[in-house]
């Protein structure tokens, strides 16, 4: 089973959003980790199964003193609370300074996060939301362990510069150099293009493109709705059949396309579960 973590280069494009869509449809039994270092959102706006508020107590903040000790992938689960809808989330922590008590821990929950399938108890693949990255960006010391990085990308052209020069940042600092094709080289990293469904297979090859001639060892892997509607459905904010929006349509082909293509070598160990 697998690490799959979400983040953007600049600006908002909906990585929470799609962190959240892909769990809500995902295959197989997942943990969504908010990981982002600026702080997380789910706690402001989603509700709890109970109805309630998320606790801001459990979740990352709770797991910090917990990691200083080591950690053992099945205590994820004992930091983890339920949304609405009965997705398990392990709640991001509340401000960018909370970051600070996580120094030195990042590789310790990105292992934990890519050996939590193997768990003989409560296996389950991890989505992890990481926010926006840069280059000193402390959550990007998770995506050695993760088996896809996806980033996430509005399409007006300097979104998609953006995310052509990320991309290529990541091959450099992750495998070294460009990689001719995918799927080489573990993590496999991903675009995915927040847009309008209409003629989205022509964008999709265009931005394939220019990813190739870039060399920047990504490509799309494929297009999340742009769906205000279906946001607020997921958040709760809205009534009605979330199951029929454009968002949740579209996050189960993407979800469905990568395990067609991956979900075999996802069933064997995280190649970073021994690093």
């Not at 709770?62 to 609370?81: E, F, K, M, N, Y």
């Not at 050996?115 to 989505?127: F, K, M, N, R, Y």
């Not at 799927?183 to 989205?200: C, E, F, H, K, Q």
């Not at 297979?201 to 920047?216: R, Y």
Request: hydrophobic fraction near 45%; include cysteine; charged fraction near 15%.
């Amino acid at each position: 089973m697998a690490l799959i973590a979400l983040a953007a280069d600049k600006g908002s494009p909906g990585v929470t959003t799609a962190a959240v869509a892909l769990s809500a449809v995902w295959p197989r039994r997942v943990l969504l980790a908010e990981t982002d270092p600026a702080g997380g959102d789910l706690l402001y706006r989603s509700a709890a199964a109970h109805g309630g508020s998320l606790d801001p107590n459990t979740g990352m903040l709770s797991i910090a003193a917990t990691a200083r000790r080591g950690l053992v992938p099945d205590q994820l689960w004992d930091h983890t609370q339920p949304l609405s809808g009965g997705l398990d989330v392990l709640v991001g922590i509340g401000s960018a300074e909370q970051a600070a008590g996580f120094t030195g821990l990042w590789p310790t929950l990105g292992q934990s996060f890519a050996q939590l399938g193997d768990s003989p108890h409560a296996p389950a693949d991890v989505i992890a939301d990481c926010g926006r990255i840069s280059g000193d960006t402390a959550a990007v010391e998770l995506f050695p362990y993760a088996q896809l990085v996806l980033l996430v990308s509005r399409t007006t052209p300097e979104a998609l510069a953006r995310v052509r020069d990320r991309a290529t940042h990541l091959t450099q600092r992750l495998h070294g150099g460009p990689r001719g094709a995918a799927g080489i080289a573990t993590p496999l990293i991903g675009v995915v293009l927040v847009t309008d469904p209409g003629g989205s297979a022509k964008l999709v090859h265009q931005v394939n493109d220019m990813l190739v001639a870039g060399q920047t060892g990504a490509r799309v892997v494929g297009t999340l709705a742009d769906d205000p509607a279906g946001a607020d459905q997921l958040a709760g904010r809205r009534r009605g059949r979330l199951d029929k929006s454009l968002l949740i349509r579209s996050a189960r082909k993407i979800s469905a396309d990568l395990y067609q293509q991956f979900g075999a070598a996802w069933s064997t160990p995280a190649a970073g579960a021994g690093r």
